[in-house]
């Protein structure tokens, strides 16, 4: 018991000491385009259509593979969905898989949030949360809604699916709280939603 004691409290002094750099040091959207204003754009697109080769490349390998050998592409056991990534150098199927249980209660990140005992404000203010998983959320889920009707979640792809699970990880880290028990670490922060795949 003292020692899960001991763990939550470092827990809990590590995310102050994280939120409470990363709201000091959050950038404005001027201060994002100035950073980005000294990228090499040329390369980092040069790098990007190369990472996406691959990708593709392995993943045609690994579907290929999946026929040949009777491999499962996607499929839910127990609650999480895994999906078919590449084949490992020996020849072994590799997956991405979901999980993510009972992460904003065991974070505590209620603890930085206002009124929440560390006499802090830190609810994702000026941030943006960028999530891959097998799917997207929704949109118009009501928890991603800010003030005035500002919609602070969107898909950064085209052609991903819904994905329960992806709503759930997006909404522990955004939800704002319609539903109380469903407030997520940072209430304020702005997320971005991807499908896994490449």
């Given at each position: 018991m003292?020692?899960?004691?001991?763990?939550?409290?470092k827990?809990?002094?590590?995310l102050?000491?994280v939120?409470?750099?990363?709201?000091?040091y959050a950038q404005?959207?001027?201060?994002?385009?100035q950073?980005t204003?000294?990228?090499?754009i040329?390369?980092l697109?040069?790098m990007s259509n190369?990472?996406?080769?691959?990708?593709q490349e392995e993943?045609d390998?690994?579907l290929?593979?999946a026929?040949?050998?009777?491999?499962?592409v996607?499929?839910k056991k127990?609650?999480v969905?895994?999906?078919?990534?590449r084949?490992s150098?020996e020849?072994?199927?590799?997956?991405?898989?979901?999980?993510?249980?009972n992460?904003?209660?065991?974070?505590?990140?209620?603890?930085?949030?206002s009124g929440g005992?560390?006499?802090?404000?830190?609810?994702?203010?000026?941030m943006t949360?960028?999530?891959w998983?097998?799917?997207?959320?929704?949109v118009?889920?009501?928890e991603?809604?800010?003030a005035?009707?500002?919609?602070?979640?969107?898909a950064?792809?085209?052609?991903?699916?819904?994905?329960?699970?992806?709503?759930?990880v997006?909404?522990t880290?955004?939800?704002?709280g319609?539903?109380s028990?469903?407030k997520g670490?940072?209430?304020q922060?702005?997320?971005v939603g991807?499908?896994?795949n490449n």
């Amino acid at each position: 018991m003292q020692l899960i004691k001991h763990n939550n409290m470092k827990n809990i002094l590590l995310l102050v000491l994280v939120f409470v750099f990363s709201i000091s040091y959050a950038q404005t959207k001027q201060q994002k385009q100035q950073i980005t204003s000294n990228y090499d754009i040329e390369k980092l697109l040069e790098m990007s259509n190369s990472f996406s080769q691959q990708y593709q490349e392995e993943k045609d390998e690994a579907l290929r593979l999946a026929v040949i050998n009777n491999w499962k592409v996607k499929f839910k056991k127990d609650g999480v969905f895994y999906e078919l990534q590449r084949v490992s150098k020996e020849g072994k199927p590799l997956y991405y898989r979901t999980t993510n249980l009972n992460a904003a209660k065991t974070t505590r990140a209620n603890q930085l949030h206002s009124g929440g005992g560390l006499g802090l404000n830190v609810e994702g203010q000026n941030m943006t949360a960028f999530v891959w998983d097998g799917g997207i959320a929704r949109v118009t889920h009501q928890e991603y809604d800010g003030a005035g009707g500002t919609d602070r979640f969107s898909a950064g792809g085209d052609g991903a699916t819904l994905s329960d699970h992806s709503a759930h990880v997006m909404g522990t880290i955004i939800a704002s709280g319609v539903v109380s028990a469903a407030k997520g670490m940072a209430p304020q922060a702005y997320g971005v939603g991807y499908d896994w795949n490449n």
